[in-house]
């Protein structure tokens, strides 16, 4: 099972890649420079000048163009369209990197048939996530310079259900054959808020809520903001308020550190293996750099490489909360 393990961790590692440079595709604001979708025929970029034109020219026909960037000249379209190609370009190479090794493993019979439609449902998410992302782009090509923040919501959070599934699936098969476990609950617990996280930040991107207020542990001298629900009905301050959006993003943040220090503090007396205490401690480890990274993100104003680290620390912390459920598993006795 090695050579399938190494190639699911690889697969994983183009995932985790791909997160981080959707995320500098959002905030360098180029998703909306390739307005078309050829995903079989769109491998190569523009190659001569005539095609560099045309893409520009296709480009002037929408929104992002016509209300924000008028003035841009072919260099600064260009700087934009490279990171966007470069993002479908590893979504593109992901599902290559994945289907002809699965393939070769189906055909030669190195995998079991429970592993075998479990594989082949990761690769049909995978197929849906390149639907969900151009859905994501074409609502930022009707009326307004942007894309939806539910739109990028979802789009995110499959990429985070792939990334999950593709290291979990290569732990299990690494660590005990892949036989089942029972979960452990807190673990559980910790990796949901996790999750539930990075989904909260996924609105905030969406709404650029985290320009709202940029000061801490307080949003301009205030706990609790003006203007957090002001929006009706209520519910919608929840997804649509920027200052809602933020704040929310906040206190959970803050929830889900102190979930996993909690875990990692009653874990730390009970006889777990070297393994189980590393998982533990570098999700510790994790969460604390990622709060460090949320606060300058917001007291620094969203600085470019400031955002994209705590972007990638988001997945760090996944991938340490991922391997802590898997490792504090209690197997299932026969």
């Given at each position: 099972m090695r050579p399938v393990v190494?190639?699911?961790?690889?697969?994983?590692?183009?995932?985790?890649?791909?997160?981080?440079?959707?995320?500098?595709?959002r905030l360098t604001h180029s998703g909306l420079s390739i307005v078309?979708?050829?995903p079989?025929?769109?491998?190569?970029?523009?190659?001569?000048?005539?095609?560099?034109?045309?893409?520009?020219?296709?480009?002037k026909r929408f929104p992002e163009y016509n209300k924000l960037n008028q003035s841009m000249s072919m260099a600064e379209f260009q700087s934009i369209f490279w990171l966007e190609y470069?993002?479908?370009?590893?979504?593109?190479?992901?599902?290559?990197?994945?289907?002809?090794p699965f393939l070769w493993f189906a055909i030669s019979r190195r995998l079991g048939g429970r592993l075998t439609w479990r594989l082949g449902f990761i690769f049909g998410l995978g197929g849906v996530q390149g639907v969900v992302g151009w859905w994501m782009v074409r609502s930022g090509l009707v009326d307004q310079p942007d894309v939806s923040h539910y739109r990028l919501a979802a789009h995110l959070s499959l990429a985070v259900i792939i990334y999950g599934l593709l290291l979990w699936?290569?732990?299990s098969l690494m660590r005990d054959g892949g036989r089942e476990g029972r979960v452990h609950k807190g673990a559980f617990g910790c990796l949901a808020a996790v999750f539930v996280t990075i989904m909260s930040g996924a609105l905030v991107a969406g709404l650029d809520a985290g320009f709202a207020y940029n000061t801490f542990p307080t949003?301009?001298?205030?706990?609790?903001?003006?203007?957090?629900?002001?929006?009706?009905?209520?519910?919608?301050?929840?997804?649509?308020?920027?200052?809602?959006?933020?704040?929310?993003?906040?206190?959970l943040s803050i929830a889900t550190a102190a979930g996993i220090l909690a875990l990692w503090w009653r874990e730390r007396s009970h006889p777990h293996?070297?393994?189980?205490?590393?998982?533990?401690t570098a999700a510790a480890a994790a969460v604390l750099l990622q709060v460090a990274l949320g606060i300058a993100t917001v007291v620094l104003v969203v600085p470019l490489p400031v955002a994209a680290a705590h972007q990638a620390s988001a997945m760090i912390l996944l991938s340490a909360t991922v391997t802590v459920l898997h490792a504090l598993r209690v197997p299932l006795t026969d």
């Open positions: 190494i190639w699911l961790l690889f697969c994983a590692a183009l995932v985790f890649l791909m997160v981080v440079v959707g995320g500098l595709t078309d979708w050829r079989i025929t769109g491998w190569l970029p523009p190659l001569d000048e005539a095609a560099w034109q045309s893409a520009f020219d296709n480009y470069l993002h479908r370009l590893l979504g593109r190479s992901i599902g290559v990197a994945f289907l002809l699936t290569a732990l949003m301009n001298g205030m706990w609790i903001p003006d203007g957090v629900m002001a929006q009706t009905p209520w519910y919608s301050n929840f997804l649509e308020n920027t200052i809602t959006v933020q704040f929310d993003h906040r206190w293996s070297g393994y189980v205490r590393l998982a533990i």
